[in-house]
């Protein structure tokens, strides 16, 4: 059994109400999806850590299901998805023809690297700027999310208005990656307010992760009247290594954390007033 596929097991060891919800977190991101699960994450300002949770949550949800993961770069940065991903920071390989009208999921996948955890990345800065133009990626990755049932985008630093309702058309689910502290968790849920208002508009999930150790100054179930599933993502130690951070590499809490992200991006309508 594989450090990713073990992890389960190994947190379900406390009490007996966090046995029952981590098993029902792994419910959800197991259950059968009636259309693919197309998840947006997005971070206000840089230094959020939101490749690191894209590339985590990708992995937790390919070891979990049945069928493709398909994890997107369409971020910039040099810490990107696929250096967070265990890939490196060598060039992508070329975009292979195949991939422009797909007949099936082999070529929906042809010549993508594929992580050890068995997700496909797609690096968006080997293909035609990827990390700038939502038009971009629905070029690229729109013929391939029918033959993947899940792609989980990492659109890096995004303002408001225009680029978050671009996010958003392209998104079931826009995961808003933010700090913990008070000020940057206000922001972020006031993001994921107008994300949800849109027309047709996404589910919308905030990561509050711990980057400053400041979440514990907040009240339990801040945010909650807002309607928009706040998931804590503790301060992880192993993330300041030079290299990637993977599941066997962080606490018991940080790995139940993301757990529950995985299931909150993965629960169809789980926001809907």
Do not use: K
Not at 102 to 109: E, G, K, V
């Amino acid at each position: 059994m594989s450090g990713a596929t073990a992890l389960l097991p190994a947190l379900l060891g406390g009490a007996a109400d966090r046995q029952a919800e981590l098993e029902a977190a792994d419910r959800a991101i197991r259950a059968p999806l009636a259309l693919s699960r197309r998840v947006g994450f997005v971070q206000l300002v840089g230094g959020v850590g939101a490749s690191t949770t894209v590339a985590a949550v990708a992995a937790l949800i390919a070891v979990r299901r049945r069928g493709a993961v398909l994890a997107v770069d369409a971020a910039a940065g040099p810490r990107s998805l696929r250096w967070h991903a265990g890939l490196g920071t060598t060039a992508p390989p070329p975009a292979d023809a195949r991939r422009t009208r797909p007949q099936s999921q082999a070529d929906a996948l042809a010549g993508l690297p594929i992580t050890d955890a068995g997700v496909a990345v797609l690096d968006g800065h080997a293909e035609d700027d990827l990390a700038i133009t939502e038009t971009a990626w629905a070029e690229h990755v729109a013929p391939l999310a029918r033959f993947c049932p899940v792609v989980c985008t990492d659109w890096g630093v995004r303002g408001a208005g225009a680029d978050l309702g671009g996010v958003a058309a392209a998104s079931s689910t826009v995961c808003v990656v933010t700090r913990s502290d008070r000020s940057a968790l206000e922001r972020a849920l006031a993001a994921a307010e107008a994300v949800r208002a849109l027309p047709n508009g996404p589910d919308v999930v905030v990561a509050a992760v711990d980057v400053g150790r400041t979440g514990g100054r907040l009240p339990v179930g801040f945010g909650a009247d807002v309607g928009v599933p706040v998931v804590r993502v503790p301060f992880e130690p192993a993330r300041r290594a030079l290299r990637p951070v993977h599941g066997a590499d962080c606490s018991s809490a940080t790995r139940a954390a993301l757990i529950r992200l995985a299931a909150a991006v993965m629960t169809p309508g789980g926001n809907r007033r």
